[in-house]
């Protein structure tokens, strides 16, 4: 009997040391340093949440219940972008995970780290049209960087490690883990996996850039006159603003951002031009029209920003940098093609340039930094005022004037070009849907990098369109106590597509007006329990702006705006970048029709063959 009972205790040990599925998702989780989980419970996935309800009670990690799958994955989006870390969320089967979809594509496009775990029905019934089964796996096959199924619990850890490795490395992006609910449940002898010690035959992303190309580059650097940086967001992904900052002062070579590159230069410096692109600046938009070396910093050549392919930088050779080698030569052939970690490449080219010649010091593209001083001075952006009503622009400059260290998340139309323009961002700290233009993302991204970095003013600028397509995440705000600080630019009026139907449709304005049906912001703000204000004229915006950031807490403010006020400069669809609406004329010729002296920057116009001031011929 004595024995027996020695070995029933034996198993009862070894079953007590046993763990399921689900908690060798948790750990595997926590170990790899998450914090905060974004997501929403259902039938499939009950058996992950029973492990996260112990170990939230335990301590180190807690799950943010949001009001709708996609505001779990804009805030895991937003989560990552603010910190550089992996975001994770949370959804069921069937229509949980599906509500995920667009959340993935966003981030995807923007090349964002997650991992998205889904509850999944049993992996016995799957194929059979169980309830609530959808092959999450296959829809999101072209939209995540790779994907799970888990059919052992005993590769669960394995898995986990391997999804943060390929999240984070090389070109980021989303993976999706998918759990059938029986593998979540199921009972085995768990082993960790820690971090980094997975290793993928065949995974092995480019860091230093080739050596020759990188020679090839400095030559091409050190004899241009006219070079432009073309920086886009591989410079945050790779965190090589200084690098940039030093590339650019070593050699006085202007910068531009892309949407995405946003804060990786620091916009107030003397060479910053800002966003280029349909609705970029237009110094940035000549700059890179003029420029004879585009130098593309973790870049990938998008139609916004190009505008007319075969006419974007037509006179500039090109170096291109990615750590993604199918971005490179995609739409337009480089020169110069470098794949590898932008910071890394950028590193070997300023060593080489030191190992070369001390004493570089720009003077070479001094008349080439007059010209677009000029372009500067006779096309800045403009704030304009009217007499009875704010204009967009102006609510914004408020905004930057009054929280200039602030995480700014915006949705997406013409509030987000303004919010480009205007807002002056340092590193991280533009959050945009870039890529797939997401309307909606604003507010739950911005709960996402709050909860991540909680002693930084957050704000989310939003469209009075843009902000009803989640505005159910409030009541996550409300929960969770999440201090973000929501700014509705109100028009009334899907903005950007008014403008559009203004300029291309003839004013045909088909289901644009949103005024009938648009709720009191205000009172909605207070049904679920948080502070809400109103902006209706000038002389309270100033006040309403300190009195919504000294309040402590969530704050919606519903600022009425200009209606039929357009987002300007615009490059039209097939026009090439200087070819932008909505700048002054100057001797009734469009801005098109002038032209520059490449010797001293003066402004002269088609029909002249000499320049007045330096008599250079043209």
């Known amino acids: ?79 990552a972008r603010a910190t550089g870390q992996v975001g994770v969320c949370f959804a069921t089967s069937g229509p949980g995970a599906t509500n995920l979809v667009t959340g993935i594509a966003t981030a995807q496009m923007d090349s964002i780290p997650m991992v998205i775990v889904t509850g999944q029905v049993p992996s016995y019934v799957i194929g059979s049209d169980a309830f609530q089964e959808t092959d999450i796996y296959g829809i999101t096959l072209p939209i995540v960087k790779h994907s799970y199924v888990v059919r052992d619990p005993r590769d669960m850890a394995r898995i986990v490690a391997e999804a943060f490795h390929i999240a984070i490395t090389g070109r980021p992006g989303p993976v999706l883990i998918d759990v059938p609910k029986d593998v979540g449940l199921a009972q085995f002898d768990y082993v960790p996996v820690e971090p980094g010690s997975v290793k993928l035959p065949g995974y092995r992303p480019t860091v230093k850039g080739n050596p020759r190309q990188i020679n090839q580059a400095v030559k091409l650097i050190r004899g241009a006159k006219q070079p432009l940086l073309y920086v886009g967001g591989g410079a945050i992904a790779s965190g090589s603003h200084a690098e940039i900052k030093q590339l650019a002062e070593r050699f006085n070579i202007p910068v531009t951002t892309t949407l995405m590159g946003k804060g990786s230069f620091d916009e107030n410096h003397t060479l910053a031009l800002g966003m280029l692109g349909m609705h970029g600046t237009a110094y940035a938009n000549f700059a890179v029209t003029e420029c004879d070396l585009l130098i593309a910093v973790g870049a990938r050549f998008d139609d916004r920003v190009t505008g007319k392919l075969d006419e974007f930088a037509s006179r500039a050779k090109v170096i291109h940098i990615d750590i993604d080698p199918a971005e490179v030569g995609k739409n337009r052939a480089p020169e110069v093609p470098i794949v590898g970690d ?19 010091n720009g003077t070479q593209t001094q008349a080439w930094l007059a010209r677009i001083n000029r372009w500067r001075e006779d096309y800045p952006l403009v704030v304009p005022q009217y007499p009875d009503v704010l204009s967009p622009q102006e609510v914004i400059v408020e905004l930057s004037r009054q929280a200039p260290q602030a995480y700014y998340t915006t949705d997406v139309g013409q509030h987000q070009m303004w919010s480009a323009q205007f807002l002056k961002n340092g590193p991280r700290r533009w959050i945009s849907s870039a890529g797939l233009g997401t309307m909606g993302f604003g507010l739950p991204a911005a709960m996402g990098a709050k909860m991540a970095l909680p002693d930084e003013e957050v704000i989310c600028i939003s469209g009075d369109a843009s902000f009803q397509m989640n505005l159910q995440e409030l009541g996550t705000l409300a929960q969770h106590g999440i201090n973000v600080k929501t700014v509705i630019i109100n028009n009334g009026w899907q903005g950007m597509v008014r403008q559009w139907q203004e300029a291309f449709h003839g004013e045909r304005y088909s289901s644009s007006s949103m005024e009938v049906g648009m709720p009191d912001f205000e009172l909605l703000a207070q049904a679920f329990g948080l502070k809400g204000m109103v902006v209706h004229h000038r002389d309270q915006l100033k006040d309403a702006v300190a009195e919504m950031l000294a309040h402590n807490g969530p704050v919606l403010m519903d600022v009425k705006v200009a209606r039929n006020e357009n987002c300007y400069p615009m490059v039209a669809p097939g026009k090439n970048n200087s070819q932008m609406i909505g700048l002054p004329q100057r001797s009734k010729l469009e801005v098109t029709e002038l032209v520059y002296c490449t010797s001293c920057g003066a402004k002269n116009v088609t029909n002249n063959n000499f320049c007045p001031e330096c008599g250079t011929k043209l």
């Open 342 to 360: 932008v910071r890394q490449v950028l590193i070997d080219v300023l060593r080489r340039c030191e190992e070369l010649d001390a004493a570089d």
């Open 1 to 79: 009997m004595r024995s027996q009972s020695v070995s029933e205790k034996e198993l009862l040990t070894k079953v007590s040391s046993r763990q399921t599925g689900g908690f060798a998702l948790i750990d595997s989780l926590k170990r790899h340093g998450v914090k905060h989980i974004f997501g929403y419970p259902g039938g499939a996935i009950l058996p992950i949440y029973d492990e996260l309800y112990k170990a939230e009670a335990a301590g180190g990690i807690k799950h943010i219940l949001v009001r709708h799958e996609q505001g779990a994955a804009h805030a895991a989006d937003g989560y």
